[in-house]
């Protein structure tokens, strides 16, 4: 088996990203034949145009992937940006991508309700990630439930590009870990940076102490039962627990924790979870050669899985 997880540098990773994609990641690096993890800078300029601050999300997401336990000898990890056939495929699929499919596009919609520029980068987003899917001969890409369209889109079209050239692209299949799939954000909609509503994995402990103070709740009292199944404040926690460290939480919550408190041990938790990451993180820092060597090493190996199916694909068309 053969799994691609993409991850665009726009911002610090935050829980949504650790439980919604990275774990999953982590699993599939025991068991799959092959896994890829890219950082999809290219998708990136989209909404990041500050070249320092693009540069600094860069090299933050790779010490991230490595704290957090992806093993480079076992994943590739690379940058979309160091692989060339990524917008050399997206061009090539976009001459069969239907405009209905793109316009269809959910995120795109909600990206400029949020005030995004409506660029025609943005709108053709889903078609650079479908290259960036196909390139690798991906079998399943792990994502959540807001990506699941995009992921279709990949499906629908290789679909299209293998019904009119034969059958050059592999169609790859959607996986949602169902129970994680969207993590809700400080403000209760889905985490994620567009919206600013995120908790970091890793950072200064006192911004990210602040922003769980800052989860959202209803108006009961301190002493009040409160349902844990429409508490934010739970719902990102109970991502931490097992299932009977669950129940006893949400017992908890019935029985009339306050929300002080229930952000307080939603803290303690993050703290001990992340402890030994961070502590890994701080030393991959101080040790730049290092990484650059991981992320180049990555890169090289990318390309050469990438220019086996841009030559399938060229000469299907009829470009060689």
């Given at each position: 088996?053969?799994?691609l997880?993409?991850?665009?540098?726009s911002?610090?990773f935050?829980?949504?990203?650790?439980?919604?994609?990275i774990r999953?990641i982590l699993?599939?690096?025991?068991?799959?034949d092959?896994v890829?993890?890219?950082?999809a800078?290219m998708?990136?300029?989209t909404t990041v145009h500050d070249?320092?601050?693009?540069?600094?999300?860069?090299?933050?997401a790779?010490?991230?992937?490595l704290a957090c336990g992806?093993?480079?000898q076992?994943?590739?990890l690379f940058r979309?940006?160091?692989?060339?056939?990524?917008a050399e495929?997206?061009?090539?699929?976009s001459?069969?991508a239907p405009m209905?499919?793109l316009?269809?596009a959910?995120?795109?919609?909600?990206?400029?309700?949020?005030?995004?520029?409506a660029t025609?980068?943005?709108?053709?987003?889903?078609?650079?990630?479908?290259?960036?899917?196909l390139?690798?001969?991906?079998?399943?890409?792990p994502?959540g439930?807001?990506?699941?369209?995009?992921?279709?889109i990949?499906r629908?079209i290789?679909?299209?590009?293998?019904n009119?050239?034969g059958d050059?692209?592999r169609?790859?299949?959607?996986?949602?870990?169902?129970?994680?799939?969207?993590v809700?954000?400080?403000?209760?909609?889905?985490?994620s940076?567009?919206y600013?509503?995120?908790?970091?994995i890793?950072?200064?402990?006192?911004?990210i102490k602040?922003?769980?103070?800052?989860?959202?709740?209803?108006?009961?009292?301190?002493?009040e039962?409160?349902?844990p199944n429409?508490?934010?404040?739970?719902?990102?926690h109970?991502n931490?627990?097992?299932?009977a460290?669950?129940?006893?939480v949400?017992?908890?919550?019935?029985?009339?924790?306050?929300?002080?408190?229930?952000?307080?041990?939603?803290?303690?938790?993050?703290?001990?979870?992340?402890?030994?990451m961070r502590?890994?993180r701080?030393e991959?820092?101080?040790?730049?050669?290092l990484?650059e060597?991981?992320?180049?090493?990555?890169?090289?190996?990318a390309r050469?899985?990438?220019?086996?199916?841009m030559?399938?694909?060229?000469?299907?068309?009829?470009?060689?």
């Amino acid at each position: 088996m053969r799994v691609l997880a993409g991850y665009q540098p726009s911002g610090s990773f935050h829980l949504g990203n650790y439980f919604g994609s990275i774990r999953p990641i982590l699993e599939f690096q025991k068991k799959s034949d092959a896994v890829f993890v890219m950082i999809a800078d290219m998708h990136a300029l989209t909404t990041v145009h500050d070249s320092d601050q693009l540069r600094k999300f860069l090299r933050d997401a790779v010490l991230d992937f490595l704290a957090c336990g992806l093993d480079p000898q076992k994943t590739v990890l690379f940058r979309q940006s160091e692989v060339s056939m990524h917008a050399e495929l997206a061009w090539i699929l976009s001459t069969v991508a239907p405009m209905g499919l793109l316009e269809r596009a959910v995120s795109y919609k909600d990206k400029v309700e949020k005030g995004i520029d409506a660029t025609v980068g943005l709108f053709t987003y889903p078609v650079l990630q479908a290259a960036d899917i196909l390139l690798y001969d991906i079998d399943v890409v792990p994502v959540g439930k807001d990506q699941q369209q995009h992921l279709e889109i990949a499906r629908d079209i290789a679909i299209k590009f293998n019904n009119r050239f034969g059958d050059v692209l592999r169609v790859p299949k959607a996986a949602i870990p169902e129970d994680v799939a969207v993590v809700p954000g400080t403000d209760g909609q889905k985490m994620s940076k567009s919206y600013g509503n995120t908790i970091p994995i890793f950072g200064d402990e006192k911004i990210i102490k602040k922003a769980i103070m800052g989860i959202v709740t209803d108006s009961k009292g301190p002493t009040e039962p409160k349902d844990p199944n429409t508490s934010v404040v739970y719902q990102i926690h109970k991502n931490f627990l097992d299932e009977a460290t669950r129940w006893g939480v949400a017992k908890e919550y019935e029985q009339g924790l306050s929300y002080g408190d229930a952000k307080k041990k939603l803290f303690e938790t993050y703290i001990d979870h992340f402890q030994k990451m961070r502590e890994k993180r701080a030393e991959l820092e101080s040790n730049p050669a290092l990484v650059e060597k991981i992320i180049a090493d990555g890169d090289a190996r990318a390309r050469a899985t990438a220019q086996k199916t841009m030559d399938a694909v060229k000469e299907a068309v009829g470009l060689r």
